[in-house]
Structure formats: C-alpha cells, structure tokens
C-alpha cells in the first residue's frame, strides 16, 4: 500500500526543493537544478506513482514571479485534474523570516503580516529550506500567486 503524503515545493531560487511529508513529518526531500517548468512534471508523475498524493503546498511569492507562476500554474493543474487540494503560504515561512532579494539593493520584507520592499545595503542571502515538521496553519487555501505586493522599481 503506498504512503498517504502531503508535497511541498519551493521553487524560488535553486535548487528547486520538494518536501515529502507523512503525518506532517518530513520524510523525503527532491532537489533539482534544472527549471520547475522541465522538471516539475517529471518530479510529480515519479512522486504520484510511488505515493497517494493527499495535499499539495508551495511558497506563493515574494521571489521570482516566473517561477512563482510556473509553480502555481503547474499545481492548480494538478490540483483541478487530480482532485488534490492547493495550499499556499508565503516564502518567509521557508527562511526564517530573513529579507528576500528583489532588484539592486531592494529586499522584500515581513513586517508583522505586511510584505513590502525595503532598500538595504547588507542583507543576508535567503536560503530557503523545507521545514522538518509541517506546520499546516501556516497556509491557505488563497493560494494565489502574491501579486499585491508593492511594485519593485
């Protein structure tokens, strides 16, 4: 009988991550280096084969917005075609709240709830990492891409 588990992916920089979860624990991590829209395909039919697929989760925004609408794109599909619930939550969840790199010197940052752009001149690199233990109250079902955050210029 195979696994029940929940996927969530992060695909904002590279390597793209995928964190398998049994019961909210993490069990498995894919990495990959080539773009979410070669690889995520491939990665998802592996996955569905070896597991039941019960949730889908992924890092809406603040990042690359390409690679933020592949995923989502790429997810929702998935989520309409096979019956699988979408979540979302934003990418601070994912580096512990540190700035994520905009454009020249200008970070996005979390400010209580609040997104917004901030220049700065020192910031640390954003690594991004899949958490050991998935907190699910941390994501929504509004799984849209963040596309209200303020314009980068």
């Known amino acids: 009988m195979r696994k029940s588990v ?4 992060i695909t904002l920089s590279s390597p793209i991550q995928i964190g398998i979860y049994e019961d909210a624990e993490l069990i498995r991590t894919v990495l990959s ?3 979410s829209s070669e690889v995520l395909p491939t990665i998802f039919k592996n996955l569905s084969i070896e ?3 019960k949730g889908l989760y992924y890092a809406n925004g603040p990042g690359s917005f390409m690679a933020i609408k592949i995923a989502y794109i790429f997810l929702k599909s998935m989520s309409v075609l096979k019956n699988i619930p979408l979540f979302a939550t934003d990418a601070f969840y994912f580096n512990k709240n540190e700035p994520i790199k905009a454009i020249g010197k200008l970070y996005f940052v979390k400010i209580s709830s609040e997104i917004k752009t901030q220049k700065l001149e020192m910031a640390p690199e954003a690594n991004f990492m899949l958490p050991n233990v998935l907190e699910y109250n941390e994501f929504s079902t509004a799984a849209s891409p963040l596309y209200a955050i303020g314009a980068v210029g």
Do not use: A, G, P, S
Request: proline share 0%.
């Open 6 to 9: 929940d996927l969530v992916f």
């Open 33 to 35: 280096h080539e773009k």
């Open 51 to 53: 597991y039941n697929i």
